[in-house]
């Protein structure tokens, strides 16, 4: 099936999405888009969202294939024989070229060399065939942990592998979800734009700077935070057993570009923050070194929180007291009335 035929077709023609774990990781984005409820995989895989196309998923850890009869759908795609696909890439992209011998990551065999193939070979065949490509998860986005200076894989996220300017044959760069995990149904709703774009029925997704769909990443994680209130009237924890603003204990979510304390982890539950959590900035381009020591006061908190203690402590206090005037009636209430 062609794009143009794909388009023409309306929703019914199946789109295959080619997921390639073999990165660095942990397959957790995988994992985590079992969870997705907007929509469901089983509701992209049946056809049922209408004016979507019905997706035809090839994922390693969700298959009922293995060896060499999955690695046969991968082939397939590169050979052309898939049209238009979407590939999925997860894990973060060892440099293959930073020694002399031996590989870091590969999947599959090569049947003329009984080689392994490796999985930046898989990338630079199955990329340029691809339809689009999105990268799923903090590793394959922007490198995550395994990316951390000195790691010796030197591994990095996909648009530093084939460059942030790459495009894909439908014009797109690569499209970034990041997370640690992804939130699944950030990835589901994306997918499922990018499906309606291929059919014709959405104008280009539009991303960020750091190629993140802008819907979802233009909030900071304080402006959908539970205990932004808290954050107000200076109101902060002093440890992790508190309800109250986690800032003084390494929330870095003032400057964090996420929407899971609005979204919550899986089906509106959770949320990093909004359960005691602080957040570690896992969605941003500069996780996590930029983000570290884990659990200390970000530098900048130190400065903003200073800023906010008179007048957030002057409002708490003001507050309090219409708070106890507001649970009093009205004094013509009761048998006397208005005297
Ligand atoms: S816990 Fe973090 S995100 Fe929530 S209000 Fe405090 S600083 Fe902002
Ligand atoms: S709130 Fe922070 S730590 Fe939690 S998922 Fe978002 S960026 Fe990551």
Not at 162 to 187: A, H, R
């Amino acid at each position: 099936m062609t794009e143009k035929s794909a388009a023409s077709s309306g929703s019914n023609e199946a789109v295959h999405v080619v997921w390639l774990t073999a990165g660095l990781g942990c397959d957790g984005d995988t994992i985590a888009m079992t969870g997705a409820t907007l929509p469901s995989i089983e509701e992209l895989v049946g056809g049922s969202v209408p004016g979507v196309p019905r997706v035809v998923l090839h994922n390693p850890v969700l298959a009922y294939e293995n060896g060499d009869a999955f690695v046969q759908s991968m082939r397939d795609a590169a050979e052309g024989k898939l049209d238009p696909f979407i590939l999925v890439v997860e894990g973060s992209v060892p440099n293959e070229k930073n020694k002399s011998e031996g590989y870091w990551a590969a999947v599959g065999t090569d049947s003329a060399t009984g080689q392994p193939i490796l999985t930046t070979a898989w990338i630079d065949r199955l990329a340029p065939k691809a339809w689009a490509v999105l990268a799923a998860g903090t590793c394959a986005t922007y490198g995550g942990i395994h990316a951390m200076e000195g790691n010796p894989t030197g591994c990095m996220g996909l648009p530093d592998y084939l460059g942030w300017t790459w495009t894909s044959k439908s014009g797109l760069p690569v499209v970034c979800l990041p997370g640690c995990p992804v939130q699944p149904d950030n990835f589901m709703e994306t997918l499922t734009y990018l499906l309606t774009q291929l059919v014709g029925q959405a104008p280009p997704i539009p991303l960020d700077a750091a190629l993140r769909p802008r819907w979802l990443f233009s909030a900071t994680v304080h402006e959908g935070c539970d205990r932004g209130g808290y954050y107000e009237q200076a109101d902060f924890a002093a440890d992790y057993s508190s309800s109250r603003c986690l800032v003084k204990v390494g929330c870095w979510g003032p400057v964090v570009q996420c929407n899971v304390p609005k979204r919550g982890w899986m089906d509106g539950i959770g949320g990093c923050a909004n359960v005691g959590g602080v957040c570690i900035g896992c969605t941003m381009p500069g996780f996590p070194d930029k983000f570290m020591c884990f659990m200390d006061e970000p530098p900048g908190a130190k400065m903003s929180t200073t800023a906010v203690l008179t007048y957030g402590r002057t409002v708490r206090a003001l507050r309090q007291f219409t708070v106890e005037s507001m649970n009093r009636e009205p004094s013509w209430r009761g048998p006397g009335g208005r005297t």
